[in-house]
């Protein structure tokens, strides 16, 4: 108990006096770091994923994706594996995929594409968020988008430049 109190005076003294040693305070803050400890697991068993077990995900394609536990305002996967669904926007190799996370939570805003899903779900492609990622952290395919749709969710990524 008393090391608790002292833990937390001494994240509070570096705040007021020191702060750029906040990041210092939010590692020693552990109600997040459990997230981040589970996340790392996570991670070690997707990059041990045996060659034989990966899939070749194409361009239009929407597939469940690990994208783990993030910071700020990133995008999260959820879920105990921290996936949630992706768009496969640019195939660079066989390994490497440019892919926008999707949200049940559309936005009228200029970096979210608002469609619906071939479940009739409406769904945002949060554009802002778009990232680079391993074949590694693909887990299954769910739909291809409709042509027309992906051809116009690549000219608003292409109008956010």
């Not at 879920?79 to 195939?91: C, E």
């Not at 945002?124 to 769910?142: C, E, G, M, T, W």
């Not at 992906?150 to 109008?159: G, N």
Request: net charge positive; charged share 25%; proline share 6%.
């Amino acid at each position: 108990m008393a090391f608790d109190v002292r833990h937390k005076t001494f994240i509070a003294v570096l705040n007021i006096f020191h702060p750029p040693t906040r990041i210092l305070a939010g590692m020693l803050d552990s109600s997040c770091g459990e997230d981040f400890d589970r996340w790392n697991r996570v991670k070690k068993g997707l990059e041990n994923t045996p060659e034989s077990l990966l899939t070749f995900p194409q361009e239009g394609e929407v597939w469940m994706c690990s994208f783990g536990k993030n910071i700020g305002r990133e995008q999260n996967g959820s879920r105990g594996d921290f996936s949630r669904p992706g768009l496969v926007v640019k195939r660079f190799s066989s390994e490497m995929f440019w892919v926008v996370p999707l949200s049940t939570k559309q936005k009228p805003l200029d970096f979210y594409f608002n469609y619906t899903d071939p479940n009739d779900i409406p769904v945002a492609a949060v554009l802002a968020q778009l990232r680079l990622i391993s074949i590694k952290r693909f887990d299954r395919k769910l739909y291809d988008m409709p042509y027309l749709n992906f051809r116009r969710l690549i000219a608003c990524i292409k109008s956010l430049f």
